[in-house]
């Protein structure tokens, strides 16, 4: 499989359910990145990794974790959520230390509907 | 003020015309900056580079004005699959990492 692939594609989760969300590149990038895209905004950036180290972490609330095992792996944990918390989740990979200044390759991106 | 602002659209273009997008950024110190095309329900993809001197590929040039803080999309001979949104992308310096910022984004509805 090639890209960059995320599971599961939708997802409906009750508040205080805990749910993953998971991102794997087969681009042999270094570098992993988890957006929020609500209706009628832009892109949020939440989390980047860069070389399995967290370098950004924007502000974002706790009951968001990721984690990120290797380069290829990406996960977003998911703990008592609200239902504002309701988007489409989007992963992506680039190349290179200097992050951002090179493509960034985004998933298919989860839909989440918290209820 | 937004970090990237976009007319949010819709723009309904009959096939063949040509249509511009203009996008505005409000960081000076930005440094790099992209067009990426959304279909609906779909993830973002790189439509193309912004670069100082301009820049085209096929039907699509893109435009950069520093001193305006000001990019442009122009898309000549539109086509039915040139329908989307499309996202102005800025990036800014910052720490270990450059953050890309986006905007809201602009529909294209190209119509037969």
């Known amino acids: 499989e090639t890209g960059v692939t995320q599971t599961p594609r939708h997802l409906v989760m009750g508040m205080t359910n805990k749910k993953s969300l998971k991102c794997e590149q087969h681009?042999?990038?270094?570098?992993m990145y988890w957006y929020k895209q609500s209706a009628k905004k832009p892109l949020e950036l939440m989390f980047v990794?860069?070389?399995?180290?967290?370098?950004e972490n924007n502000s974002v609330p706790s009951r968001f974790s990721p984690e990120c095992p290797n380069s290829s792996h990406l996960f977003l944990h998911l703990h008592t959520l609200q239902p504002e918390d309701s988007a489409l989740y989007l992963c992506a990979s680039s190349q290179g230390r200097r992050l951002s200044s090179y493509e960034q390759y985004f998933g298919p991106g989860t839909r989440l509907t918290v209820t | 003020r937004k970090e990237v602002e976009q007319d949010p659209g819709p723009f309904n273009v009959p096939e063949g015309a040509t249509v511009a997008f203009n996008c505005t950024y409000s960081?000076?110190?930005?440094?790099?900056f992209f067009w990426y095309r959304q279909d609906c329900r779909k993830e973002p993809k790189l439509l193309m580079s912004v670069y100082s001197s301009g820049n085209e590929d096929g039907r699509f040039t893109a435009q950069l004005n520093r001193a305006s803080q000001y990019i442009s999309l122009l898309i000549r001979d539109s086509k039915l699959s040139d329908s989307a949104t499309y996202l102005c992308?800025?990036?800014?310096?910052?720490?270990?990492?450059?953050?890309?910022?986006f905007g809201t984004g602009t529909l294209l509805a190209v119509q037969p």
């Open positions: 681009l042999g990038h270094n570098a």
């Open positions: 960081n000076s110190a930005s440094q790099s």
């Open positions: 990794y860069s070389l399995e180290e967290r370098v």
């Open positions: 992308v800025v990036t800014n310096y910052g720490g270990a990492t450059n953050k890309l910022i």
